[in-house]
């Protein structure tokens, strides 16, 4: 007969190690949560999946309007609605992703009160749903660049790095946003206005170029600079990221991550009686 | 090395009250590291705010050997819900430490995690794998858990459109289709009609039969002494009982049985101070029977004057609902006036009530308005008794006994 599997159960915060197989043994949950959450996203809605268009499309209307044509704000020399629409995408995932892995939890109170799992999966389920619809985004996208005649050229290759980019971050920092809501609810109350922030510090509406020299590398501390300036590169061939910028994201990420990790595995074990 | 499917050593659980309150807003958090600060630096003044703290459960060891099907049982606040919760790993122990051999399935609830937008077979998929169940064991499994569940019809229909009863049904389906090593179940057996109360205890009594070991928590005494080769009876959150379920389902009833309140010395209103079973003399009544009279004795204090207080008790079923009433008025009696001390008893006659739990409910009140309302003032559990002329057992349909007279032409 096999051993049987022991648990350990005392007041101190358990092994890594052990976590890492625990969340391998729960990847089906992980699974299952996402299509939970595709099957009822748009359910009772009449326009359905088309909202994962009509977001980023409209307020790339209303960007190319006001940005691009009254305020003249420069686009690299692609066509202002093609250049806004490309950041658009990884940026609605990125806030999406964000806002659902902070309300996840909370929204979770009845599963994390009654039935034990490992509670990362709750946030990491909020964060890879959007993915869905940002790839369905991406799909028009090819439609604008046809539209206005903007070629894509072997940097495309670079896209799914970019993309991973973007999902680490979102995780990095929601799992901070989800775990510090389930004690805090001012989260909720910050969130319209962090993810405001967010979008004004990173090159959504305008390009990098006009951001001043001397500040790009504080500037690249923020992740989403370099996940919009390389999903531009590598979908409609604005300029590259600087080395520079690639490495200040990703070691924020690195670092944010790691911290957003130890943070919500040290909160984790009080969710139930905090919630 | 222990044969023990569950060891537990000094567990232990500590709540602060109000949890969230103290700290619960940053604002709160952040004035209270200012006020930290201005303590660490002027070494006195503003005293430290110290939040009030229970233990939910405290001390607490045992063994369950590999097998063994252990009945949890204790009052409200005894501890019961948070050792399980402990043992599911849902919270973790403040202090102490528990080693669970094998794998766990925990149903605390019936229907966790089910979303009434999904129809019955998508939620049979989600609830199996929020509970621990891969996607091959549910495909599995499926067929069995819906003809648990008796939905065949409704399969394809989103779970909102589901009467209260179906849910429940096909909840604990995919639940008792877990097969787990080691199951743990709260009273989820609180929902749904007798018939399939009925099936899911025949369930949970498979499983122990097939050698795996049970923690069962349940206010159902029947079920505890039937299903149950051990008990542990908690109080206050302490151990204070572990063994044979008959004895301790008895030690549970005799502590039950008689509830003294401590009442506020600044009470005016009349109160009921003690409540409690009688036999047809008068003396304690631990184990109640059918077949015999039973008396509910409440005790009263009129601490001042009260003329036109009123009296009345009510026998709740083990769901809660009212069986009936009784009060003084009905029979045309009526409290003194006090101020002092009665002791008022009603006495249910022989052969009404079926075996089972009941809850006893007392209430003293004033004109329309209630002074005194003790919901339940105790609980009790009936048992058949052994009298060959009246063989009313516990398989009996309906509520209660009626003595019908019987005409042949």
Not at chain 1, 89 to 110: D, I, N, R
Not at chain 2, 51 to 72: C, H, K, M, Q, Y
Not at chain 2, 173 to 191: C, F, M, N, S, T
Not at chain 2, 352 to 371: F, K, N, Q, S
Request: hydrophobic content about 50%; overall charge neutral; charged content about 15%.
């Amino acid at each position: 007969m096999a051993d049987p599997i022991v648990t350990v159960i005392d007041a101190g915060v358990r092994m890594r190690s052990a976590a890492g197989r625990e969340l391998w043994a729960f990847r089906e949950l992980l699974y299952f949560l996402v299509w939970r959450d595709l099957k009822v996203r748009y359910k009772q809605t009449v326009l359905g999946a088309a909202w994962a268009l009509i977001q980023p499309f409209a307020t790339m209307v209303v960007f190319s309007l006001f940005f691009g044509r009254l305020a003249g704000i420069p686009s690299d020399g692609v066509p202002y609605p093609v250049f806004s629409y490309a950041a658009l995408v990884p940026w609605t995932y990125f806030s999406t992703a964000l806002a659902g892995g902070a309300s996840s939890l909370t929204g979770s109170q009845h599963l994390i009160s009654k039935v034990y799992f490992p509670r990362l999966l709750v946030p990491m389920a909020a964060i890879i749903t959007p993915l869905v619809d940002a790839v369905i985004a991406l799909g028009l996208l090819v439609v604008l660049m046809v539209w206005f005649g903007v070629p894509a050229g072997w940097p495309l290759l670079w896209l799914p790095g970019f993309a991973i980019l973007a999902v680490l971050a979102a995780t990095a920092a929601g799992l901070w946003l989800a775990a510090l809501n389930v004690k805090y609810r001012d989260v909720r109350y910050v969130m319209p206005f962090l993810l405001q922030f967010w979008m004004f510090a990173t090159p959504v509406a305008y390009p990098t170029s006009i951001v001043p020299e001397a500040w790009r590398g504080v500037y690249g501390l923020n992740p989403m600079v370099t996940v919009i300036e390389g999903f531009r590169w590598s979908l409609i061939g604005t300029p590259a990221p600087s080395v520079e910028m690639v490495v200040a994201s990703s070691v924020s990420v690195v670092l944010l991550l790691a911290g957003g990790v130890w943070y919500f595995r040290r909160m984790e074990s009080s969710f139930a009686d905090v919630i | 090395m222990s044969a023990a499917a569950v060891t537990v050593q000094g567990l232990g659980k500590q709540y602060t009250l109000g949890a969230a309150a103290p700290e619960g807003h940053l604002r709160e958090r952040l004035a209270g590291s200012v006020l930290g600060l201005a303590r660490r630096l002027g070494g006195r003044g503003v005293p430290r705010a110290v939040a009030p703290t229970i233990w939910a459960l405290r001390d607490v060891s045992f063994e369950v050997a590999s097998g063994e099907v252990v009945g949890i049982i204790g009052g409200n606040g005894a501890g019961k819900s948070t050792l399980l919760k402990i043992l599911s790993r849902i919270t973790s122990p403040t202090e102490g430490r528990a080693e669970i051999r094998g794998r766990v399935g925990s149903l605390l609830e019936v229907g966790t995690g089910f979303h009434p937008e999904l129809t019955g077979r998508e939620n049979v998929f989600l609830n199996g794998a929020i509970l621990g169940m891969g996607r091959a064991e549910i495909h599995r499994k499926f067929d069995a858990i819906v003809d648990f569940a008796e939905v065949e019809r409704f399969i394809d229909t989103p779970v909102k459109y589901y009467s209260s009863g179906m849910y429940v049904r096909l909840a604990f389906a995919v639940a008792a289709h877990l097969e787990p090593e080691i199951l743990i179940v709260d009273e989820v057996l609180a929902v749904g009609d007798a018939k399939f109360q009925k099936k899911c205890l025949g369930k949970i009594g498979e499983v122990a039969q097939g050698g795996r070991t049970v923690l069962f928590v349940s206010h159902n005494m029947a079920a505890v002494q039937r299903l149950c080769t051990t008990a542990a009876l908690l109080e206050k959150g302490r151990l204070v009982f572990r063994g044979e379920p008959r004895a301790a389902v008895a030690r549970y009833l005799s502590d039950e049985g008689r509830v003294r309140y401590i009442a506020a010395s600044a009470k005016t209103e009349p109160y009921v101070a003690e409540a409690e079973l009688v036999d047809a003399q008068g003396g304690p009544l631990p184990r109640p029977v059918i077949t015999e009279p039973i008396g509910l004795r409440a005790t009263i204090h009129l601490p001042d004057a009260a003329p036109g207080t009123r009296f009345g008790i009510g026998v709740l079923m083990a769901d809660g609902i009212p069986l009936f009433t009784s009060s003084l008025d009905d029979v045309g009696l009526t409290l003194p006036a006090g101020p002092g001390t009665i002791t008022v008893t009603a006495v249910v006659p022989a052969h009404t009530l079926l075996a089972g739990d009941y809850h006893v409910v007392t209430c003293l009140w004033h004109a329309r308005e209630i002074v005194d309302l003790q919901e339940p003032a105790f609980s009790f559990s009936a048992a058949t008794g052994d009298s060959a002329l009246y063989r009313i057992d516990a398989e009996r349909k309906g509520a209660v006994h009626v003595n019908c007279r019987w005409e042949i032409a």
